[in-house]
């Protein structure tokens, strides 16, 4: 996508991976309001019917950008100082795309993995949970596959047939998907959605009840003062953590906070104690979470690689040339591998060391994923200051299009690690919400990574159209300059990289917040600590 929007649209390399940054954030941070409404309004099978159907609505879209020569400006020659204009029109044909593709990735990435999971489930079957384990992993790999298929086959066709036929392949395959999928409606389980109850909203009613209750003297202290729904639920107080929010949970007047069946008569001025506890967890995830926004961003502007790469000597072989956009193909191979290697061989010899189940805990594996990503900038910044020091010898300095003598397997090692970045940091991150979130919030622990890289993406967009601005100041040429050759990419790569190493440093002062996390175990286990209180219903009045 970057070199249709440099090639048709004649946008820069720093406009184009910005407007892509924020086309992954969009399409990301929708997977959470997919995912909400699926779960309580529409279901999971109107979720996938809909965002399948505008997946499809905007690959056809751009599909015909291509095919029509008036939704696209003409291509800039290289002896063409001035090039035409793009128009209001053009940018908005392409955005709509954009746009309908963001809602469909909205809808099908958070649903469609449990809508296929909801055929399979049958909890009077003795083998449920090994099919379920099973369908996941052939759901994982099936994913895998599909990418691989995306950065080889389907680029070699844009490369080698142009973008009519390499943008009509992905649309017609699309269309069959659809197809498919509404062919099969009538054999499909359809779990309806829960209307009863809504966790999210839950999370803003105990927040706006702590709010409303701050300057209640009532004590944290006699169990039957807090409220539970339902009312067979485990009679525990609050934990101490944030204990200001706690004041929410408090009935201060039965009359008047209750209703005769015991629910509360206001939501949002008496929340449960589970509400008041999720909105804690919640809480205690925003720090370590907040550590993972960097090692997306270094993944998301990878797209300025792509720019290197074109310029280098892409043969494995000597009649067989690797595309340049096909070299993400190492950063999936290696975390495939990593994956393998680390699940076989390394778990097994681990745990005997570390007396953890999984070899190492999360809070490490994160740490390492940091690391390997740092590593994976630097050496992409090097690379760089090797591979325009030679073009510049070479005289292609005013010419980024020119072929320099040198191997673009230069990058296989920071695609690699970046490979393992991704396999260490993104399971490990997810294992730790798990074990940090109470059972009820495991939809919000599996979207907190999505949500994390719609947020880096953001950041990312914004630091490169920074850099671009400001390295440009007074005439300059930027930074991020389409002829790489002329601006300092490898600059911009070791601003990442330094941005990455104080991330790391912080990283290290967030894990002091979680030591008890760091053997695998949940810090909600508050309830050994705390006193307990016996098991008393509420009054029906």
């Not at 017609?172 to 909203?201: C, D």
């Not at 999720?278 to 370590?288: T, V």
């Not at 190492?330 to 990593?338: E, P, S």
Request: neutral net charge; charged residues 15%.
């Amino acid at each position: 996508m970057i070199i249709y929007l440099m090639t048709y649209y004649n946008m820069s390399a720093a406009t184009g991976t910005s407007i892509l940054g924020l086309w992954g954030a969009l399409s990301n941070g929708l997977a959470l309001f997919g995912a909400i409404t699926a779960d309580f309004y529409l279901g999971r099978y109107r979720a996938v019917a809909y965002g399948s159907i505008s997946t499809l609505i905007g690959m056809i879209i751009l599909w015909l950008t291509a095919m029509i020569p008036q939704l696209k400006s003409s291509p800039c020659s290289q002896n063409q100082h001035v090039c035409n204009g793009v128009t209001a029109l053009q940018l908005a044909v392409l955005f709509s795309s954009f746009g309908f593709m963001s809602i469909g990735a909205g809808f099908v990435r958070p649903c469609s993995i449990i809508f296929g999971a909801d055929q399979l489930e049958n909890k009077k079957n003795p083998n449920n949970q090994r099919i379920l384990e099973s369908y996941f992993n052939w759901y994982n790999a099936s994913s895998g596959i599909s990418t691989i298929l995306a950065v080889t086959v389907i680029v070699y066709i844009q490369d080698n047939y142009g973008w009519k036929v390499g943008f009509g392949v992905p649309a017609i395959l699309m269309f069959l998907s659809v197809l498919m999928f509404q062919i099969g409606s009538p054999l499909y389980i359809k779990v309806k959605p829960k209307t009863t109850e809504n966790l999210v909203i839950g999370l803003f009613q105990a927040a706006v009840a702590a709010f409303r209750k701050r300057n209640t003297r009532r004590p944290l202290s006699d169990c039957d003062e807090f409220y539970r729904w339902p009312l067979e639920s485990d009679v525990l107080p609050p934990s101490k953590d944030f204990r200001c929010l706690s004041r929410a949970c408090i009935i201060e007047d039965p009359q008047r906070d209750l209703n005769p069946d015991g629910s509360a008569s206001n939501q949002w001025n008496l929340c449960s104690v589970e509400q008041v506890e999720s909105l804690k967890a919640l809480i205690k995830a925003l720090p370590m979470w907040s550590t993972c926004f960097m090692i997306f961003v270094d993944m998301n502007v990878f797209s300025f690689s792509l720019l290197q790469t074109k310029t280098m000597d892409r043969h494995i072989f000597p009649h067989f040339e690797v595309p340049a956009a096909s070299f993400s193909v190492f950063m999936i191979v290696a975390l495939t591998i990593w994956i393998a290697f680390y699940d076989r061989i390394l778990v097994p010899l681990l745990s005997k060391y570390t007396g953890q189940p999984r070899g190492l805990s999360p809070i490490t594996r994160m740490g390492i994923g940091l690391i390997s990503s740092g590593m994976s900038i630097a050496l992409s910044a090097i690379t760089e200051s090797i591979r325009r020091q030679r073009a510049i010898e070479e005289g292609h300095e005013d010419d980024p299009n020119a072929l320099v003598n040198m191997s673009a397997m230069w990058f296989v090692p920071q695609y690699a690690l970046l490979g393992v970045a991704e396999a260490t940091h993104a399971v490990g991150q997810v294992e730790f919400f798990y074990a940090l979130f109470p059972e009820s919030m495991s939809s919000i622990a599996s979207s907190m990574y999505t949500v994390g890289t719609a947020v880096s993406s953001l950041i990312g967009s914004i630091l490169v159209s920074g850099v671009d601005w400001l390295s440009s100041t007074g005439g300059k040429t930027s930074w991020l300059s389409s002829n790489i050759n002329r601006g300092h990419i490898d600059y911009f790569f070791w601003l990442l990289s330094f941005l990455s190493f104080i991330n790391f440093l912080y990283f290290l002062v967030v894990c002091r917040f979680y030591e008890s996390l760091n053997d695998g175990s949940s810090r909600l286990s508050h309830v050994a600590e705390d006193k307990e209180c016996d098991y008393r219903l509420l009054h029906e009045s």
